[in-house]
């Protein structure tokens, strides 16, 4: 029997296939890295880089605040290439309403060991004084933060090849399975472990898999230094971006550190396309400046989408797939996998040494998707 070429090969070169190849590499394992692009393409080039802990579900928060920490403990080596900022988010409340969730994720947060401080309508406002008037206040949560995210992948892959893994630029994977990456030139790579890390194309590989493109847009203006010093989403976001259906917008806006200010955002199903939909982006637009009256002055100067990979229960998939047993999955992001790259890693890593993960890995195991199908 022949001996497979390498220990793991890992499809994808977005921030999710860097961060598993870095961290495989750094356990001491073969690694070889197959893109059709360049290193930090795809969702990770579209992305907004926050860095954000989020509570849709204990999983989620597990996953978010894991990754956080682990950004944290990244910081001091990453270059300024990477504009890693702890700027924290504000979530901010138009209403008394949100100003009950305020106070419920302020716990939940508290409960968790995650800082957070409630903010009253004053002191918003002297923390973020081009918000409009009337804002009932909000919670800063001062462990969020922002970063570049090609240059994060980057970062992470050429750490990876100096820790010895092989990359293989510009050509696209056909198939995976039985240990073997069937490459477009006809090439053919063998690996004890596959690792489909290709974002919102991983179906293409893994028939199968309950992965849909969700599409995003993303505008960023000229530079503003200072106008807004957090990342601020609105308390609506909850409800209206993280329906699981139809088109929705919300305001979302981070300070980068050129002094541009990225301004999202958007999410639609069924729309496979990367033009710009100019009635998604004229809503998103009016519903930012709804928060942020002043962006009605500004220019912007580029418009972009991407397509975020979404799973149905709004989880990543992290762990070996049912269907071939030399298959691994590290995909379904959805608008965190900037966040969730160096957690995914981490716990794929360890399922695939053998380690004991830092958190319970079984709510991301694609296992559950079979058990999904078996229960419909
Ligand atoms: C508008 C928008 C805003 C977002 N904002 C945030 C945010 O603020 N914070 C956050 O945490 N996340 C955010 N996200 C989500 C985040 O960008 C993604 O979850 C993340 O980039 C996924 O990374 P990935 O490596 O899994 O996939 P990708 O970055 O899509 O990478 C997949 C890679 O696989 C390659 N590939 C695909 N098929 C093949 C093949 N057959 N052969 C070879 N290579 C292949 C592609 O070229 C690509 O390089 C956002 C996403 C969007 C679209």
């Not at 995650?114 to 081009?130: F, G, I, M, V, Y």
């Not at 305001?251 to 990367?274: C, D, M, W």
């Not at 716990?347 to 079979?370: C, F, N, W």
């Amino acid at each position: 029997m022949t001996k497979a070429a390498y220990d793991v090969a890992v499809v994808g070169t977005g921030i999710v296939g860097a961060a598993c190849a870095d961290e495989l590499a750094c356990r001491g394992l073969r690694v070889v890295v197959i893109g059709d692009d360049v290193v930090g393409s795809g969702a990770t080039a579209a992305g907004m880089g926050h860095i954000v802990v989020m509570d849709d579900s204990e999983a989620q928060f597990a996953l978010t605040r894991y990754s956080q920490q682990l950004w944290q403990e990244l910081r001091p080596e990453l270059p300024s290439e990477v504009e890693y900022e702890q700027c924290g988010t504000i979530w901010v409340a138009a209403d008394d309403e949100e100003m009950s969730e305020v106070r419920r994720k302020r716990t939940y947060y508290g409960e968790r060991g995650a800082p957070t401080k409630a903010l009253d309508a004053k002191e918003l406002q002297s923390l973020e004084p081009n918000l409009r008037m009337g804002m009932a206040g909000g919670l800063l949560v001062p462990e969020d933060g922002v970063l570049y995210p090609p240059c994060a992948a980057l970062f992470l892959m050429e750490r990876a090849q100096a820790r010895g893994t092989k990359l293989v630029l510009g050509v696209k994977v056909t198939q995976i399975g039985d240990g073997t990456v069937r490459l477009a030139d006809g090439t053919e790579i063998s690996a004890e472990i596959i690792v489909n890390a290709a974002g919102a194309s991983s179906p293409d590989l893994t028939p199968g898999l309950d992965v849909k493109r969700r599409k995003g847009h993303l505008v960023i203006t000229d530079r503003y230094p200072g106008f807004v010093r957090h990342q601020l989403v609105e308390l609506g976001y909850l409800k209206s971006a993280h329906s699981t259906s139809g088109d929705s917008v919300a305001f979302n806006v981070q300070p980068r550190r050129t002094g541009q200010i990225l301004i999202g955002s958007s999410r639609q199903y069924g729309a496979e396309h990367k033009e710009v939909d100019n009635s998604i982006l004229v809503r998103m637009l009016q519903r930012a400046q709804e928060y942020l009256p002043g962006l009605s002055k500004m220019s912007s100067v580029r418009t972009w989408t991407g397509f975020r990979a979404a799973t149905p229960d709004k989880l990543p998939l992290i762990g070996p797939w049912t269907g071939d047993k030399s298959v691994f999955l590290a995909t379904g992001h959805e608008g965190l996998g900037i966040t969730t790259s160096l957690g995914t890693a981490r716990i794929l890593a360890d399922q695939i040494s053998g380690t004991k993960p830092a958190i319970p890995v079984e709510p991301y195991l694609p296992s559950r998707t079979a058990k999904e199908y078996a229960h419909a």
